[in-house]
Protein backbone atom coordinates (compact mmCIF):
# COMPACT_ATOMS: atom_id res chain seq x y z
CA UNK A 1 0.00 0.00 0.00
CA UNK A 2 1.44 3.45 -0.97
CA UNK A 3 1.71 5.86 1.97
CA UNK A 4 -0.47 8.86 1.36
CA UNK A 5 1.88 12.21 1.03
CA UNK A 6 1.33 15.67 1.74
CA UNK A 7 3.70 18.73 0.58
CA UNK A 8 3.01 21.95 3.27
CA UNK A 9 4.77 25.26 2.14
CA UNK A 10 4.80 28.32 4.30
CA UNK A 11 7.53 31.19 5.19
CA UNK A 12 6.03 31.15 8.75
CA UNK A 13 8.04 28.23 10.49
CA UNK A 14 5.00 27.90 13.08
CA UNK A 15 2.70 27.20 10.48
CA UNK A 16 4.99 24.87 8.70
CA UNK A 17 5.45 22.94 12.17
CA UNK A 18 1.43 23.23 13.08
CA UNK A 19 0.26 21.91 9.66
CA UNK A 20 3.07 19.24 9.72
CA UNK A 21 1.87 17.92 13.26
CA UNK A 22 -1.74 18.11 12.11
CA UNK A 23 -0.86 16.30 8.93
CA UNK A 24 1.20 13.56 10.60
CA UNK A 25 -1.51 13.06 13.25
CA UNK A 26 -3.61 11.72 10.81
CA UNK A 27 -1.41 9.28 9.16
CA UNK A 28 0.22 11.36 6.49
CA UNK A 29 3.98 11.37 5.43
CA UNK A 30 4.57 15.36 4.91
CA UNK A 31 7.66 16.67 3.52
CA UNK A 32 7.79 20.94 3.80
CA UNK A 33 9.33 23.68 1.66
CA UNK A 34 9.89 27.16 2.29
CA UNK A 35 8.77 29.55 -0.38
CA UNK A 36 7.25 28.83 -4.08
CA UNK A 37 10.39 27.41 -5.80
CA UNK A 38 11.54 24.93 -3.21
CA UNK A 39 7.89 24.01 -3.53
CA UNK A 40 8.23 23.71 -7.51
CA UNK A 41 10.96 21.54 -7.06
CA UNK A 42 9.69 19.08 -4.23
CA UNK A 43 6.32 18.49 -5.90
CA UNK A 44 8.25 17.42 -9.00
CA UNK A 45 10.28 15.04 -7.23
CA UNK A 46 8.14 13.39 -4.36
CA UNK A 47 5.21 13.36 -6.02
CA UNK A 48 2.78 14.33 -2.84
CA UNK A 49 -1.08 13.10 -3.40
CA UNK A 50 -1.88 16.90 -1.51
CA UNK A 51 -0.35 20.12 -1.06
CA UNK A 52 -1.34 23.08 1.42
CA UNK A 53 0.24 26.35 0.45
CA UNK A 54 0.21 29.62 1.93
CA UNK A 55 -0.45 32.71 -0.36
CA UNK A 56 1.97 35.24 1.04
CA UNK A 57 5.72 33.99 0.22
CA UNK A 58 8.68 36.04 -0.49
CA UNK A 59 10.19 34.99 -4.20
CA UNK A 60 7.40 33.06 -5.51
CA UNK A 61 4.04 33.22 -4.05
CA UNK A 62 1.38 30.62 -4.05
CA UNK A 63 -0.66 31.95 -6.54
CA UNK A 64 2.42 32.01 -8.73
CA UNK A 65 3.50 28.42 -7.26
CA UNK A 66 0.27 26.78 -8.14
CA UNK A 67 -0.27 28.53 -12.02
CA UNK A 68 3.43 26.79 -12.12
CA UNK A 69 2.12 23.54 -10.39
CA UNK A 70 -0.68 23.66 -13.47
CA UNK A 71 1.22 24.11 -16.38
CA UNK A 72 3.92 21.48 -15.43
CA UNK A 73 2.43 17.78 -16.75
CA UNK A 74 4.05 16.02 -13.62
CA UNK A 75 2.21 18.47 -11.17
CA UNK A 76 -0.86 19.20 -12.66
CA UNK A 77 -2.75 16.31 -11.41
CA UNK A 78 -1.91 17.52 -8.05
CA UNK A 79 -4.79 18.96 -5.90
CA UNK A 80 -3.71 22.73 -3.92
CA UNK A 81 -5.43 23.57 -1.28
CA UNK A 82 -4.69 27.31 -0.33
CA UNK A 83 -3.51 28.37 3.85
CA UNK A 84 -3.33 32.01 3.60
CA UNK A 85 -4.25 34.93 6.04
CA UNK A 86 -5.71 36.37 3.14
CA UNK A 87 -8.85 35.04 3.31
CA UNK A 88 -11.87 37.71 2.32
CA UNK A 89 -14.49 36.66 -0.26
CA UNK A 90 -12.20 37.96 -2.90
CA UNK A 91 -9.62 36.21 -1.90
CA UNK A 92 -12.00 32.73 -1.78
CA UNK A 93 -12.73 33.35 -5.58
CA UNK A 94 -9.05 34.05 -6.55
CA UNK A 95 -7.60 31.23 -5.36
CA UNK A 96 -10.03 29.05 -7.14
CA UNK A 97 -9.07 30.69 -10.12
CA UNK A 98 -5.63 29.95 -9.85
CA UNK A 99 -6.17 26.71 -9.43
CA UNK A 100 -6.99 26.07 -5.66
CA UNK A 101 -9.05 23.57 -4.52
CA UNK A 102 -10.36 25.33 -1.30
CA UNK A 103 -9.07 28.40 0.73
CA UNK A 104 -8.04 27.88 4.64
CA UNK A 105 -7.74 30.86 6.69
CA UNK A 106 -5.40 31.39 9.71
CA UNK A 107 -5.75 31.01 11.76
CA UNK A 108 -6.65 26.90 10.95
CA UNK A 109 -8.20 24.27 12.81
CA UNK A 110 -7.13 20.46 12.59
CA UNK A 111 -10.67 19.67 11.27
CA UNK A 112 -10.10 22.28 8.99
CA UNK A 113 -6.85 20.75 7.40
CA UNK A 114 -8.00 17.10 7.76
CA UNK A 115 -11.36 17.89 6.09
CA UNK A 116 -9.36 19.16 3.05
CA UNK A 117 -7.78 15.87 2.55
CA UNK A 118 -10.62 14.79 0.34
CA UNK A 119 -9.48 16.16 -2.27
CA UNK A 120 -6.04 14.18 -2.22
CA UNK A 121 -5.47 12.69 -5.29
Given at each position: ?8 V ?22 T ?7 L??A??D ?6 L ?8 GY ?5 L???P ?9 V ?13 A???K?L ?7 D ?6 K?A?
Amino acid sequence: MTANKALVVDDSTTDLSNLKTILQDAGWLVNTASNGMQALERAKNDRPSIIFLDIVMPQLDGYGTSRALADDPATKGIPVVFVSTKNTRADQVWAKAQGGKMLIGKPFSADQIVDALKFAA
